[in-house]
Nanobody, 120 residues
Framework: QVRLEESGGGLVQAGGSLRLSCIPS????????MGWYRQAPGKQRELVAS???????NYADSVKGRFTISTDNAKKWVYLQMNSLKSDDTAVYFC??????????????WGQGTQVTVSS
């Protein structure tokens, strides 16, 4: 079975940095993209950043210029470097892997989430 394990969350002061890691276990046949979502209290889950297997990235407007998503050489692990953190970044961050099934339909894998808390 596939499992996504997130790490790197924690408590940080505004202006500080954190680096999130997502380490998949198990086998995913075809990965299209990997990314990070977050969900703050009272808000819906939103896309923070994503990266495709060919290196194309996408960021939420609120994190552009501050966050950087990257993968390892095998394009199986995904990282999120978060700089200049703001209190609005406080949320549970979820790793996401988008893959294709044998029928070429999209399937999403999700991690359990890691808490990021930014103090003012």
């Amino acid at each position: 079975q596939v499992r996504l394990e997130e790490s790197g969350g924690g408590l940080v002061q505004a202006g500080g940095s954190l680096r999130l890691s997502c380490i998949p276990s198990g086998t995913i046949a075809r990965i299209e993209s990997m990314g990070w979502y977050r969900q703050a209290p009272g808000k819906q889950r939103e896309l923070v950043a994503s990266i495709t297997t060919d290196g194309m990235t996408n960021y939420a407007d609120s994190v552009k210029g501050r966050f950087t998503i990257s993968t390892d050489n095998a394009k199986k692990w995904v990282y999120l470097q978060m700089n200049s953190l703001k209190s609005d970044d406080t949320a549970v961050y979820f790793c996401n892997v988008r893959a294709l099934t044998a029928f070429m339909t999209a399937f999403h894998y999700w991690g359990q989430g890691t808490q990021v808390t930014v103090s003012s």
